[in-house]
C-alpha cells in the first residue's frame, strides 16, 4: 500500500476544489473562501472483489408501509413527510442551543419504547451528560445504545456489527477518517464522513440522523455538497433564548418541504404545540392601533399571526424603516404603495414593523396584513379585534388573490374570528362560511375603508 500526499484547497463555501488558491471561488462567486488542505490519496494495486450490482425494472420493485418508521411526535412526522424513512441520511442544522440534541435523544427515547434497536453516537458530549439531559425526559428503554466516538472506522464497524434501526451522529463537524489528512471539520472530513455514512444508511437500510452545526449567516457549516449528498435537510428557527421553536424542511426527498414543526421548550425536553395559531396570537393587545391578524400557510397549515406596526414623525431627513420577520424591500415598496394610491405622507414619518412571537414570514398574503396595520398605526385607530385579512397587494394598489383561502377562513372561524377581509377574486371560490362574515375587496383602499 503506497500513500501519496498532496496538498489541494477547498471552497468553504461550495467544496470547489482546486489545486492552488484563488481569491474568488469560480463555482459559487464567493471571495476568499479557499483554505488550504493535505489530501492522502491510498494507492492499492489490489483491487477487493465486489458484489456485481444487478438491474431492476421499476415494476419490479416493491414498497411497504413499514418503510417508515412513525416518531409518534406529530410535528416531526410532518416534516418527514410521514414518518423516518429507511435508510434515509436526515441532516439536521440550527444555532447552538436550540434543541437539536433534545430533539433526536427524544426520537430515540419514542422508538426504542416500541422495540427499536437505536443507536447514538456523540462526539461532543461524554455519556455522563447525556444520561443527565436523558433524565430529565424520562426512563428509555434498554434498546438504546450509546457510544462516544469520533474516527469513522470504529463507528462503522460497529454499525455493522450491532446494525440498529436508526443511528445518531452527533455532529458530524467531530467526525474524521484516518485517510483523510485534514483536520476533523474541515471541508475533506466533512465529505468523506458524510460520505461513509450514505454508504451505510444505503447498504444496510439504516435511518441515519446526522447533527450538522451552522454558521453566523445560519447555514450548516461545511461544503455545500453536503446538503446536496443527505436526503433530507431540516433546520431549527427560532430564538434560543425564547420558548418556541420551529423545526422546517428545506430538503426532502420523501416528502414536501414547505411543512413546520413548532416546538415548545421545556425542562423535561421539547413538547409539540398543537395548535400554532393560538400559541402565536396569545398576549394580543386589545384595541391597540397598528395590531392586525393576518393569515400565512405554511404547506397544508394555516397560521394566524399578529402583524404590528408603529409609525411615528421623523426627527431626521431621512426616515427610518425596520421589518422584524418580514421582507425589509416589501414593507418600503408597500410604504410606496399607500403613499401613491392612498395620499398618505409617509414619506416623513418612521416606520417599524413586526410579526409579534419572532416567526419569519416571506408569504405574499401577508400584504393586507402590512397595509392595514402601518394605516391603522398612522390613522390611529384601532382594527376590531374579531377581523383577520389576508391578500397579495400590488403596486397599482389591488388586492390579488392567494392559494387556499378556504382553509385560512376556517382556522380564522375556529378561533373565533367573526370577520374576514379578503381579495373579492377569492369570494367566489370560496362559498359560504357559516358564522363568518366574508368582506371582498379590490383594492387597498376598499381594504382599509373595510377594516378601519
Same mark, same amino acid.
Given at each position: 500500500? %503506497?500513500?501519496?500526499?498532496?496538498?489541494?484547497?477547498?471552497?468553504?463555501?461550495?467544496?470547489?476544489?482546486?489545486?492552488?488558491?484563488?481569491?474568488?471561488?469560480?463555482?459559487?462567486?464567493?471571495?476568499?473562501?479557499?483554505?488550504?488542505?493535505?489530501?492522502?490519496?491510498?494507492?492499492?494495486?489490489?483491487?477487493?472483489?465486489?458484489?456485481?450490482?444487478?438491474?431492476?425494472?421499476?415494476?419490479?420493485?416493491?414498497?411497504?408501509?413499514?418503510? +417508515?418508521?412513525?416518531?409518534?411526535?406529530?410535528?416531526?412526522?410532518? &416534516?418527514?413527510?410521514? #414518518?423516518? @424513512?429507511?435508510?434515509?441520511?436526515?441532516?439536521?442544522?440550527?444555532?447552538?442551543?436550540?434543541?437539536?440534541?433534545?430533539?433526536?435523544?427524544?426520537?430515540?427515547?419514542?422508538?426504542?419504547?416500541?422495540? *427499536?434497536?437505536?443507536?447514538?453516537?456523540?462526539?461532543?458530549?461524554?455519556?455522563?451528560?447525556?444520561?443527565?439531559?436523558?433524565? +430529565?425526559?424520562?426512563?428509555?428503554?434498554?434498546?438504546?445504545?450509546?457510544?462516544?466516538?469520533?474516527?469513522?472506522?470504529?463507528?462503522? /464497524?460497529?454499525?455493522?456489527?450491532?446494525?440498529?434501526?436508526? &443511528?445518531?451522529?452527533?455532529?458530524?463537524?467531530?467526525?474524521?477518517?484516518?485517510?483523510?489528512?485534514?483536520?476533523?471539520?474541515?471541508?475533506?472530513?466533512?465529505?468523506?464522513?458524510?460520505?461513509?455514512?450514505?454508504?451505510?444508511?444505503?447498504?444496510?437500510?439504516?435511518?441515519?440522523?446526522?447533527?450538522?452545526?451552522?454558521?453566523?449567516?445560519?447555514?450548516?457549516? $461545511?461544503?455545500?455538497?453536503?446538503?446536496?449528498?443527505?436526503?433530507?435537510?431540516?433546520?431549527?428557527?427560532?430564538?434560543?433564548?425564547?420558548?418556541?421553536?420551529?423545526? *422546517?424542511?428545506?430538503?426532502?426527498?420523501?416528502?414536501?418541504?414547505?411543512?413546520?414543526?413548532?416546538? !415548545?421548550? +421545556?425542562?423535561? #425536553?421539547?413538547?409539540?404545540?398543537?395548535?400554532?395559531?393560538?400559541?402565536?396570537?396569545?398576549?394580543?393587545?386589545?384595541? =391597540?392601533?397598528?395590531?392586525?391578524? =393576518?393569515?400565512?400557510?405554511?404547506?397544508?397549515?394555516?397560521?394566524?399571526?399578529?402583524?404590528?406596526?408603529?409609525?411615528?414623525?421623523?426627527?431626521?431627513?431621512?426616515?427610518? *424603516?425596520?421589518? %422584524?420577520?418580514?421582507?425589509?424591500?416589501? @414593507?418600503?415598496?408597500?410604504?410606496?404603495?399607500?403613499?401613491?394610491?392612498?395620499?398618505?405622507?409617509?414619506?416623513?414619518?418612521? =416606520?417599524? @414593523?413586526?410579526?409579534?412571537?419572532?416567526?419569519?414570514?416571506?408569504?405574499?398574503?401577508?400584504?393586507? /396584513?402590512?397595509?392595514? =396595520?402601518?394605516?391603522?398605526?398612522?390613522?390611529?385607530?384601532?382594527?376590531?379585534?374579531?377581523?383577520?385579512?389576508?391578500?397579495?397587494? /400590488?403596486?397599482? /394598489?389591488?388586492? +390579488?388573490?392567494?392559494?387556499?383561502? !378556504?382553509?385560512?377562513?376556517?382556522?380564522?372561524?375556529?378561533? $373565533?374570528?367573526?370577520?374576514?377581509?379578503?381579495? !373579492?377574486?377569492?369570494?367566489?371560490?370560496?362559498?359560504?362560511?357559516?358564522?363568518?362574515?366574508?368582506?371582498?375587496?379590490?383594492?387597498?383602499? !376598499?381594504?382599509?375603508? %373595510?377594516?378601519?
Amino acid at each position: 500500500m %503506497a500513500k501519496a500526499k498532496k496538498s489541494v484547497y477547498f471552497c468553504q463555501n461550495c467544496g470547489h476544489e482546486e489545486t492552488k488558491w484563488l481569491g474568488q471561488c469560480p463555482a459559487c462567486r464567493e471571495w476568499n473562501t479557499f483554505v488550504e488542505e493535505k489530501v492522502t490519496s491510498a494507492m492499492s494495486k489490489t483491487v477487493k472483489e465486489r458484489k456485481e450490482a444487478q438491474v431492476v425494472t421499476l415494476s419490479s420493485i416493491e414498497t411497504e408501509e413499514d418503510d +417508515r418508521m412513525l416518531t409518534t411526535i406529530a410535528e416531526l412526522d410532518r &416534516v418527514l413527510g410521514g #414518518g423516518i @424513512v429507511k435508510g434515509s441520511l436526515v441532516l439536521v442544522g440550527g444555532d447552538p442551543g436550540i434543541g437539536k440534541s433534545t430533539l433526536l435523544l427524544q426520537v430515540c427515547r419514542r422508538l426504542s419504547a416500541e422495540g *427499536r434497536k437505536l443507536l447514538y453516537i456523540s462526539g461532543e458530549e461524554s455519556l455522563k451528560q447525556i444520561k443527565l439531559r436523558a433524565n +430529565r425526559m424520562g426512563d428509555f428503554s434498554e434498546n438504546l445504545f450509546l457510544l462516544c466516538e469520533t474516527s469513522l472506522g470504529i463507528i462503522r /464497524g460497529i454499525i455493522e456489527r450491532q446494525k440498529p434501526d436508526m &443511528v445518531v451522529i452527533d455532529s458530524i463537524q467531530t467526525m474524521y477518517h484516518e485517510d483523510v489528512g485534514s483536520a476533523p471539520g474541515s471541508v475533506s472530513q466533512v465529505r468523506e464522513s458524510t460520505n461513509i455514512l450514505m454508504q451505510l444508511a444505503k447498504g444496510l437500510n439504516i435511518a441515519i440522523f446526522i447533527v450538522g452545526h451552522v454558521t453566523k449567516e445560519g447555514t450548516v457549516a $461545511g461544503p455545500r455538497v453536503l446538503e446536496h449528498m443527505v436526503d433530507t435537510v431540516l433546520y431549527f428557527e427560532g430564538d434560543r433564548h425564547a420558548s418556541y421553536r420551529i423545526l *422546517r424542511g428545506v430538503k426532502n426527498r420523501f416528502g414536501s418541504t414547505n411543512e413546520i414543526g413548532v416546538f !415548545e421548550m +421545556r425542562k423535561e #425536553g421539547l413538547v409539540e404545540v398543537k395548535n400554532p395559531s393560538e400559541f402565536m396570537l396569545s398576549g394580543k393587545p386589545e384595541h =391597540a392601533s397598528g395590531s392586525v391578524v =393576518a393569515c400565512a400557510m405554511e404547506g397544508t397549515r394555516p397560521m394566524l399571526m399578529e402583524i404590528q406596526a408603529l409609525v411615528c414623525k421623523t426627527n431626521f431627513g431621512m426616515p427610518r *424603516r425596520t421589518a %422584524a420577520g418580514l421582507d425589509y424591500n416589501r @414593507v418600503n415598496l408597500l410604504m410606496a404603495v399607500l403613499e401613491k394610491r392612498l395620499g398618505m405622507p409617509l414619506s416623513g414619518y418612521d =416606520a417599524y @414593523v413586526n410579526i409579534a412571537g419572532g416567526i419569519r414570514l416571506n408569504e405574499p398574503a401577508a400584504d393586507l /396584513g402590512i397595509v392595514l =396595520a402601518i394605516a391603522s398605526s398612522y390613522k390611529n385607530r384601532p382594527i376590531a379585534e374579531d377581523v383577520i385579512v389576508f391578500g397579495e397587494v /400590488g403596486l397599482s /394598489g389591488e388586492v +390579488r388573490a392567494v392559494t387556499m383561502p !378556504e382553509q385560512r377562513v376556517i382556522e380564522a372561524k375556529k378561533l $373565533g374570528f367573526k370577520t374576514c377581509v379578503i381579495p !373579492e377574486v377569492s369570494v367566489k371560490s370560496l362559498g359560504k362560511v357559516e358564522g363568518v362574515t366574508i368582506i371582498g375587496v379590490k383594492s387597498v383602499g !376598499e381594504a382599509i375603508s %373595510a377594516g378601519l
